[in-house]
Structures are given as structure tokens and as C-alpha cells.
């Protein structure tokens, strides 16, 4: 959930605002302390028990000239924790200039583009790659050196990205949680002899035709979710993240129904060993205004298909949750789902839930719970359950 800003009168709320003529400057962003404990011991005796304590910080920065129509964005982040040296970590998220005209706009520097529709899992999501030590539910994202191009026309929008250099994944280190065993080697591999210099390619279409939002995207370049490799090293074996190049073409459509929201997400990949197809969808329907309160109640259902099979997480798998929404002056918000393997006894809980405190405020849980087979892609995460919770000011 994002702390939102509103702006009364040049006062900007949840931020710091400067304004004249033409002009608009604000600073915003976080400091956060946040605790974990993990309710199991490690898989890995070099793992650490228990608790551990982190603080972050996400500055930004946002300046507009030329009556709006020119823009710089910066963001940052920062977290120290004291448990696992590779989840101490700084990241350059967004430093962007952005110039718009009436049917086209241009992006250029680091930054941040999402894509997908559906909520267990973003197929089609590709341009950023995943911070996983940040949170293993890979919602958290990189910054992405690039150059977009935005054609706006009746018959819909076209992006085009070219993406020059490469951000390889985060990992926990060997005393960190959420690993495998052994840890992630330091070491990479890539398919390109350019390595992370590999300049890659994206576009997307994409059109709203009366209640139906429709995506078409294709991605070639360095894959954001490397293959790990067993290597036989001196000190022993090692998981060795390689990362090929790929072509993916994705579709996302999402049809708002009245209450229903009917989602789809699908790609298909190559260049990654055996060319894949991958499917998310299902539905989310929105109780509004439960027992004549404020409150909204949210059932989610979707269906999780990669034809990879069991090498992968979610190969045949069903997600069901709730979204609650008070729609109070707090903002308070709670979402609980479950991913429950079709084939074998693997489930997968999430529940997340967030509060404002004040005006400037937010505290936020979120816990993971793990009940994996042996035999699982989950399984070496099965003694992971963990339960986070985050006190964040908001300037």
C-alpha cells in the first residue's frame, strides 16, 4: 500500500511542496524501522533464528517545468539490516526525465514501469528486475537504466524501451532467510557475451475498449529471473544464477464488470531451455458498502498455470483470498490470500494489512507461511514463516 499525498491549496500533505510560476517542486518519501521474526529455525545452520531488526529510507523528488510539460523524478533506497549483510543494500530507483506533448511522451534515465492485472503473480511484468531481499513476494523492484517513447493515438498506446545495461537479482546472503541451500553464489553467469552491458528491447500496445483494458507486449534481451545452476566448484557444489536471452510476448486483460474485475495474464518465453507458456487468471468480486458501513469486502480467485512444471513454484496452482477495505480516515486496508498447490500438499499464506496513524504515520504487517512438499520448488523455503511489522514517517 502507498502513503498518498494530497495537495490543498500549494500544501502538500505527507510531503514537502514549492511552488511558483510555472514551476512545482516536492520532496517526499519514508524512514522506516521494521522487525521480523521467524517463527521456525533455519534449514541451514549458518542461517540466523529468530528475530532481526532493519531500518530504510525512500526519498523522493519531483520537479516540473515548462508548464507541466517537463518533468524530473528521483528516488532512493536504502535499508541496513542487522542480520544479513546482502539485504544491506542501496538502490538508484528512479532518476528520470520525463517531457510530454499532446500525443506522445519520452522517458529517459532510471526508472520504473509496471505491468499486469492479476494478483497472485505478474507474468508479464518484465522491464525491472525483482528485489528479493527485500521482500520474497518479488512486489519490490530495481531501477532500470532506459529510453521509452510513448505514441498516443485513437487506436491505442505504444511503448517502446530500449533498456542498455542489466541489474542482476538480489539474493540473501548464506546467513540470510528465504535462500536455498547453499546460498546464491556471488558468482554469475550470462548467455551474452556483453554480460549485464546487453542492450535489450520491449514494446507494448496497449487500448481501452469500453470496460475491457488490453495489453500486447514483447520483450527480447537478458532475462530478469535467471536459471540457478548447480556448479561444481573448489569448495564444493554452488547455485550459479545464469541468465539467458529470451523473447517473451505477453497479453494482459482486465474486463471491469459492475462489482467484477475479470483478469488474465499470459506469456509465452523462448530462449529460456524449453520455450514455455505461462497463465494467471481468474476474478475479483467487490462487496461495496458491507452491512451499510463504508467498508468494501474483495473475493479473489485465480488460477496459476506454467506448463514448465514442478520446476517452478506455481505450476498448477489455485489462489484464493479477501481484500478488505475500510474506506476510514486511516486508510486501513487488510488482504489475506492462499496458494495451494493442485498436485501436492504445498500451500503458500500471505496476509498483508496496513494503517495510518496520524497524518504522517503508517504501520503496516504483512506474514508469510510456507507448508511445502519435499520435493517442491518451495521446499527450501518451508521453515521461512515469518511474521513483519513496519513503522514507517511519511514526509
Known sequence: MSF????????LVGGVAFLSSGFASEWSGYVAGEYRYFTQSALDQQQFNDASVSFSAAPEFYHSWNDGDDAFIFSSFFRWDEQDPQRTHIDLRELMWIHAERDWEVRLGVGKVFWGVTESQHLVDIINQSDMVENFDGEDKLGQTMLNLSLIKDWGTVDLFVLPGFKERTFSGKDGRF???????DHTAYQSDSKDKHVDYAVRWSQTFDDWDVGVSHFYGTSREPRIIPTATAGGIALVPFYDLINQTGLD???????????????HRSGQGETFNAFTGGFEYTFVGVMESAADVGLIAEYLYDDRGADVAFDNDIFVGARLAMNDAASSELLFGVIADVDQNTQFYSLEGSRRIGVSWVLSVEARFISAASNDALAPFRQDDVIQLEFARHF
Do not use: C, F, S, Y
Request: charged share 25%; no cysteine; glycine share 6%.
Open 253 to 267: 486483460v482486465q474486463a471491469t464488470l459492475d462489482e467484477w474485475l475479470w483478469k488474465v495474464e499470459l506469456i
Open 4 to 11: 498518498k499525498k494530497a495537495m490543498v491549496g500549494g500544501l
Open 179 to 185: 535462500r536455498p541451500t547453499p546460498a546464491i553464489d
